[in-house]
Protein backbone atom coordinates (compact mmCIF):
# COMPACT_ATOMS: atom_id res chain seq x y z
CA UNK A 1 0.00 0.00 0.00
CA UNK A 2 1.82 3.25 -1.16
CA UNK A 3 1.53 6.02 1.67
CA UNK A 4 0.72 9.93 1.27
CA UNK A 5 3.53 11.62 3.21
CA UNK A 6 3.20 13.45 5.78
CA UNK A 7 3.21 17.08 5.12
CA UNK A 8 5.44 19.73 7.33
CA UNK A 9 5.51 23.05 6.98
CA UNK A 10 8.76 23.79 9.22
CA UNK A 11 11.10 23.85 6.83
CA UNK A 12 13.80 21.60 5.66
CA UNK A 13 17.20 22.25 7.35
CA UNK A 14 20.10 19.75 6.99
CA UNK A 15 23.32 20.22 9.26
CA UNK A 16 26.16 20.81 7.26
CA UNK A 17 28.63 18.91 9.60
CA UNK A 18 26.78 15.90 8.20
CA UNK A 19 29.49 14.35 5.66
CA UNK A 20 32.28 14.61 8.33
CA UNK A 21 30.15 13.10 11.04
CA UNK A 22 28.92 10.28 8.77
CA UNK A 23 32.78 9.51 8.38
CA UNK A 24 33.31 9.60 12.13
CA UNK A 25 30.42 7.33 12.74
CA UNK A 26 31.06 4.83 9.87
CA UNK A 27 34.87 4.32 11.50
CA UNK A 28 33.38 4.18 15.01
CA UNK A 29 31.15 1.71 14.49
CA UNK A 30 32.74 -0.36 12.14
CA UNK A 31 35.72 -0.71 14.73
CA UNK A 32 33.48 -1.91 18.05
CA UNK A 33 33.08 -5.52 16.42
CA UNK A 34 29.08 -5.42 16.50
CA UNK A 35 27.23 -8.32 14.94
CA UNK A 36 26.80 -8.94 11.55
CA UNK A 37 23.06 -8.16 11.86
CA UNK A 38 23.04 -5.06 14.27
CA UNK A 39 26.23 -3.64 12.23
CA UNK A 40 23.78 -4.00 8.99
CA UNK A 41 20.64 -2.12 10.46
CA UNK A 42 22.68 0.85 11.69
CA UNK A 43 24.74 1.21 8.28
CA UNK A 44 23.92 2.24 4.97
CA UNK A 45 20.22 2.44 3.87
CA UNK A 46 19.10 3.33 7.54
CA UNK A 47 21.00 7.09 6.90
CA UNK A 48 21.22 7.19 10.80
CA UNK A 49 23.37 10.49 10.50
CA UNK A 50 21.32 11.93 7.87
CA UNK A 51 18.24 11.88 10.14
CA UNK A 52 20.75 13.27 13.36
CA UNK A 53 21.35 16.05 10.91
CA UNK A 54 17.98 17.09 9.98
CA UNK A 55 16.84 16.72 13.74
CA UNK A 56 20.15 18.80 15.01
CA UNK A 57 20.51 20.97 11.88
CA UNK A 58 23.14 23.58 14.13
CA UNK A 59 24.99 20.72 16.43
CA UNK A 60 28.47 20.51 15.98
CA UNK A 61 30.67 17.41 14.22
CA UNK A 62 31.08 15.73 17.92
CA UNK A 63 27.55 16.28 19.14
CA UNK A 64 26.20 15.47 16.32
CA UNK A 65 27.81 12.27 15.84
CA UNK A 66 26.71 11.56 19.91
CA UNK A 67 23.36 12.22 18.59
CA UNK A 68 23.61 9.54 15.66
CA UNK A 69 25.07 6.86 18.26
CA UNK A 70 21.83 7.43 20.33
CA UNK A 71 19.66 6.19 17.23
CA UNK A 72 21.73 3.38 16.59
CA UNK A 73 21.30 1.93 19.98
CA UNK A 74 17.61 2.59 19.65
CA UNK A 75 17.50 0.82 16.14
CA UNK A 76 19.76 -2.01 17.45
CA UNK A 77 17.27 -2.47 20.79
CA UNK A 78 13.92 -2.26 18.27
CA UNK A 79 15.49 -5.00 16.21
CA UNK A 80 16.33 -7.14 18.32
CA UNK A 81 13.05 -7.30 19.77
CA UNK A 82 11.03 -7.36 16.73
CA UNK A 83 13.18 -10.57 14.98
CA UNK A 84 13.53 -12.45 18.18
CA UNK A 85 14.18 -16.34 17.04
CA UNK A 86 15.07 -17.89 20.17
CA UNK A 87 17.62 -19.86 18.58
CA UNK A 88 20.25 -17.71 17.52
CA UNK A 89 22.34 -17.05 20.82
CA UNK A 90 20.72 -13.55 21.41
CA UNK A 91 20.60 -12.66 25.27
CA UNK A 92 17.48 -13.14 27.49
CA UNK A 93 15.11 -10.03 27.90
CA UNK A 94 16.11 -9.61 31.36
CA UNK A 95 19.66 -10.27 30.64
CA UNK A 96 19.53 -7.15 27.93
CA UNK A 97 17.81 -4.81 30.29
CA UNK A 98 19.92 -5.27 33.18
CA UNK A 99 22.65 -4.96 30.67
CA UNK A 100 21.54 -1.41 29.47
CA UNK A 101 20.97 -0.26 33.09
CA UNK A 102 24.35 -1.21 34.44
CA UNK A 103 25.84 0.53 31.44
CA UNK A 104 23.69 3.64 32.11
CA UNK A 105 24.08 3.71 35.49
CA UNK A 106 28.00 2.89 36.24
CA UNK A 107 29.53 3.79 32.73
CA UNK A 108 31.87 5.93 34.39
CA UNK A 109 32.93 3.80 37.04
CA UNK A 110 32.56 0.58 35.58
CA UNK A 111 35.09 -1.54 33.64
CA UNK A 112 33.73 -4.72 32.54
CA UNK A 113 33.78 -5.92 29.34
CA UNK A 114 30.51 -7.36 27.74
CA UNK A 115 30.51 -10.65 25.21
CA UNK A 116 27.55 -8.58 23.24
CA UNK A 117 29.33 -5.69 21.42
CA UNK A 118 25.88 -3.61 21.65
CA UNK A 119 26.99 -2.87 25.20
CA UNK A 120 30.18 -1.26 23.69
CA UNK A 121 27.79 0.96 21.14
CA UNK A 122 26.24 1.94 24.33
CA UNK A 123 28.61 3.04 26.40
CA UNK A 124 30.69 4.59 23.75
CA UNK A 125 27.06 6.43 23.22
CA UNK A 126 27.02 8.03 26.97
CA UNK A 127 30.52 9.06 26.90
CA UNK A 128 29.87 11.22 23.69
CA UNK A 129 26.87 12.61 25.43
CA UNK A 130 28.76 13.47 28.45
CA UNK A 131 31.40 14.63 26.72
CA UNK A 132 29.10 17.10 24.25
CA UNK A 133 26.48 18.38 26.36
CA UNK A 134 27.51 18.12 30.00
CA UNK A 135 26.89 15.35 33.39
CA UNK A 136 23.57 17.80 33.84
CA UNK A 137 22.15 16.97 30.45
CA UNK A 138 24.00 12.85 30.44
CA UNK A 139 22.88 12.37 33.59
CA UNK A 140 19.17 13.20 32.38
CA UNK A 141 19.24 11.74 29.57
CA UNK A 142 20.38 8.36 31.52
CA UNK A 143 17.27 8.59 33.95
CA UNK A 144 15.33 8.64 30.68
CA UNK A 145 16.22 6.21 29.05
CA UNK A 146 16.04 3.69 32.81
CA UNK A 147 12.58 4.94 32.61
CA UNK A 148 12.21 3.29 28.77
CA UNK A 149 13.74 0.75 30.25
CA UNK A 150 11.17 0.26 32.97
CA UNK A 151 8.19 0.32 30.19
CA UNK A 152 10.04 -2.31 27.89
CA UNK A 153 10.47 -4.66 30.52
CA UNK A 154 6.01 -4.27 30.97
CA UNK A 155 5.65 -4.23 26.44
CA UNK A 156 5.52 -8.18 26.17
CA UNK A 157 2.37 -8.44 28.51
CA UNK A 158 0.91 -4.97 27.08
CA UNK A 159 1.21 -6.26 23.55
CA UNK A 160 -1.31 -8.78 24.74
CA UNK A 161 -3.78 -6.23 25.51
CA UNK A 162 -3.87 -3.63 23.43
CA UNK A 163 -7.08 -4.60 21.62
CA UNK A 164 -8.87 -3.66 24.19
CA UNK A 165 -6.85 -0.40 24.47
CA UNK A 166 -7.85 3.25 23.37
CA UNK A 167 -5.96 4.98 21.05
CA UNK A 168 -4.95 7.46 24.03
CA UNK A 169 -4.24 4.61 26.08
CA UNK A 170 -1.87 3.04 23.99
CA UNK A 171 -0.13 6.68 23.33
CA UNK A 172 0.75 7.02 26.93
CA UNK A 173 2.49 4.31 27.48
CA UNK A 174 3.84 4.41 23.73
CA UNK A 175 5.70 7.02 24.31
CA UNK A 176 8.01 5.36 27.01
CA UNK A 177 9.16 2.17 25.35
CA UNK A 178 9.66 4.03 21.81
CA UNK A 179 12.11 6.24 23.84
CA UNK A 180 10.21 9.65 22.66
CA UNK A 181 10.98 10.87 26.58
CA UNK A 182 14.54 10.57 25.91
CA UNK A 183 14.13 12.69 22.18
CA UNK A 184 12.34 15.10 24.05
CA UNK A 185 15.52 15.89 26.30
CA UNK A 186 18.18 15.50 23.50
CA UNK A 187 16.00 18.28 21.41
CA UNK A 188 16.91 20.65 24.48
CA UNK A 189 20.10 20.33 24.88
CA UNK A 190 21.32 20.02 21.55
CA UNK A 191 18.97 22.65 19.92
CA UNK A 192 17.95 24.58 23.31
CA UNK A 193 21.52 24.85 24.45
CA UNK A 194 20.05 24.67 27.84
CA UNK A 195 18.00 22.67 30.31
CA UNK A 196 15.09 25.03 30.71
CA UNK A 197 15.26 24.59 33.89
CA UNK A 198 12.57 27.31 34.51
CA UNK A 199 10.22 25.28 33.02
CA UNK A 200 10.39 22.20 34.56
CA UNK A 201 7.29 22.41 36.43
CA UNK A 202 5.23 24.06 33.85
CA UNK A 203 1.87 22.84 32.51
CA UNK A 204 2.69 24.69 28.64
CA UNK A 205 5.75 23.16 28.80
CA UNK A 206 4.25 19.43 29.94
CA UNK A 207 1.23 20.20 27.01
CA UNK A 208 4.16 21.14 24.60
CA UNK A 209 5.93 17.77 25.70
CA UNK A 210 2.89 15.77 25.17
CA UNK A 211 2.07 17.05 21.37
CA UNK A 212 5.39 16.38 20.17
CA UNK A 213 5.64 13.15 21.47
CA UNK A 214 2.32 12.19 20.09
CA UNK A 215 3.73 13.06 16.58
CA UNK A 216 6.71 11.19 16.98
CA UNK A 217 5.10 7.94 18.25
CA UNK A 218 2.35 8.12 15.30
CA UNK A 219 4.50 9.35 12.66
CA UNK A 220 6.73 6.02 13.19
CA UNK A 221 3.69 3.96 13.52
CA UNK A 222 2.33 4.60 10.34
CA UNK A 223 5.18 4.81 8.23
CA UNK A 224 6.29 1.63 9.93
CA UNK A 225 3.05 -0.57 9.46
CA UNK A 226 4.14 -2.03 6.14
CA UNK A 227 7.08 -3.47 8.07
CA UNK A 228 5.73 -4.42 11.39
CA UNK A 229 2.20 -5.53 10.22
CA UNK A 230 4.68 -8.52 8.83
CA UNK A 231 7.14 -9.36 11.46
CA UNK A 232 6.54 -7.71 14.33
CA UNK A 233 4.22 -6.72 17.46
CA UNK A 234 0.62 -5.50 18.20
CA UNK A 235 2.85 -1.98 19.25
CA UNK A 236 1.43 0.06 16.36
CA UNK A 237 -1.31 2.86 16.30
CA UNK A 238 -2.75 1.61 13.38
CA UNK A 239 -3.05 -2.34 14.64
CA UNK A 240 -4.61 -0.55 18.10
CA UNK A 241 -7.45 1.69 15.75
CA UNK A 242 -8.44 -1.48 13.80
CA UNK A 243 -8.68 -4.03 16.67
CA UNK A 244 -10.19 -1.53 18.80
CA UNK A 245 -12.58 0.63 16.88
CA UNK A 246 -13.03 -1.32 13.95
CA UNK A 247 -11.38 0.69 11.04
CA UNK A 248 -10.38 -1.51 8.20
CA UNK A 249 -6.42 -0.96 7.10
CA UNK A 250 -6.48 2.32 4.85
CA UNK A 251 -8.91 4.04 7.66
CA UNK A 252 -6.53 3.33 10.63
CA UNK A 253 -3.94 4.48 8.51
CA UNK A 254 -5.92 7.88 7.11
CA UNK A 255 -6.93 8.00 10.68
CA UNK A 256 -3.03 8.42 11.61
CA UNK A 257 -2.15 10.36 8.95
CA UNK A 258 -4.93 12.68 9.96
CA UNK A 259 -3.57 12.84 14.11
CA UNK A 260 -0.12 13.59 12.73
CA UNK A 261 -1.31 16.28 10.48
CA UNK A 262 -3.72 17.79 14.16
CA UNK A 263 -0.40 17.12 16.38
CA UNK A 264 1.96 19.76 14.27
CA UNK A 265 -1.49 22.54 14.13
CA UNK A 266 -1.65 21.60 18.21
CA UNK A 267 1.85 23.07 18.54
CA UNK A 268 1.36 26.01 16.56
CA UNK A 269 -2.12 27.01 18.47
CA UNK A 270 0.13 26.52 21.65
CA UNK A 271 3.04 28.80 20.17
CA UNK A 272 0.33 31.37 19.09
CA UNK A 273 -1.53 31.11 22.10
CA UNK A 274 2.45 31.78 24.23
CA UNK A 275 2.45 35.03 22.03
CA UNK A 276 -0.65 36.33 23.09
CA UNK A 277 -0.25 35.73 26.51
CA UNK A 278 0.49 38.92 28.50
CA UNK A 279 1.04 37.75 32.02
CA UNK A 280 3.90 35.01 31.06
CA UNK A 281 6.65 38.06 30.96
CA UNK A 282 10.15 36.61 30.24
CA UNK A 283 8.83 33.21 30.12
CA UNK A 284 7.58 33.47 26.89
CA UNK A 285 10.77 33.72 25.11
CA UNK A 286 11.43 30.62 26.92
CA UNK A 287 8.69 28.60 25.88
CA UNK A 288 9.03 29.73 22.14
CA UNK A 289 12.35 28.90 22.31
CA UNK A 290 11.50 25.47 23.51
CA UNK A 291 9.22 25.24 21.02
CA UNK A 292 11.79 25.76 18.66
CA UNK A 293 13.89 22.98 19.55
CA UNK A 294 11.53 20.42 18.77
CA UNK A 295 10.39 21.17 15.20
CA UNK A 296 13.30 20.02 13.83
CA UNK A 297 12.81 16.58 15.33
CA UNK A 298 9.10 16.85 13.72
CA UNK A 299 9.90 17.72 10.29
CA UNK A 300 12.43 14.71 10.56
CA UNK A 301 10.26 12.17 11.93
CA UNK A 302 7.59 13.52 8.90
CA UNK A 303 10.34 13.02 6.17
CA UNK A 304 13.11 11.15 7.32
CA UNK A 305 11.40 7.61 6.95
CA UNK A 306 10.75 8.22 3.36
CA UNK A 307 14.49 8.94 2.60
CA UNK A 308 15.56 5.59 4.01
CA UNK A 309 14.81 2.50 2.98
CA UNK A 310 14.67 1.02 6.48
CA UNK A 311 10.81 1.14 6.45
CA UNK A 312 10.19 -0.54 3.08
CA UNK A 313 9.80 -3.96 2.34
CA UNK A 314 11.40 -5.94 -0.43
CA UNK A 315 10.07 -8.98 -2.17
CA UNK A 316 12.33 -10.58 0.60
CA UNK A 317 10.96 -9.54 3.25
CA UNK A 318 11.79 -6.25 5.82
CA UNK A 319 15.00 -4.62 5.11
Known sequence: MTLQPIECPYGRRLNPRAAEAEADYKALVESLGLAPRDLAVISGHSLIVGAAAL???????????????WTA??????DRWDYLTGVDGRL????????VTEVVDHWRTSTRTHEDRFFALLRITMESLDK????????????EINRSIATMKWEGVWNEFTGNA????????????????????????????????????????????DVVVRFGCLSNDYYSWEREKKAVDKSNAVKVLMDHDGYDERAALSRVHADCVQAMVDLDSIEAAVKL???LGDQARE?????????????????????????????????
Not at 136 to 143: H, K
Not at 303 to 315: M, Q
Open 132 to 143: TLGPVASEEIGT
Open 55 to 69: VYPDADRETLLAAAL
Open 287 to 319: LLDYIASHRPLIYAAATWPIETSRYRTTPEGVL
Open 166 to 209: SLPAYLSFRRGYSTMDVQIVLDKWINGGRGFASLRDDPIRRAID
Open 92 to 99: TPGEWFDG
Open 73 to 78: CLIVND
Open 277 to 279: SAH
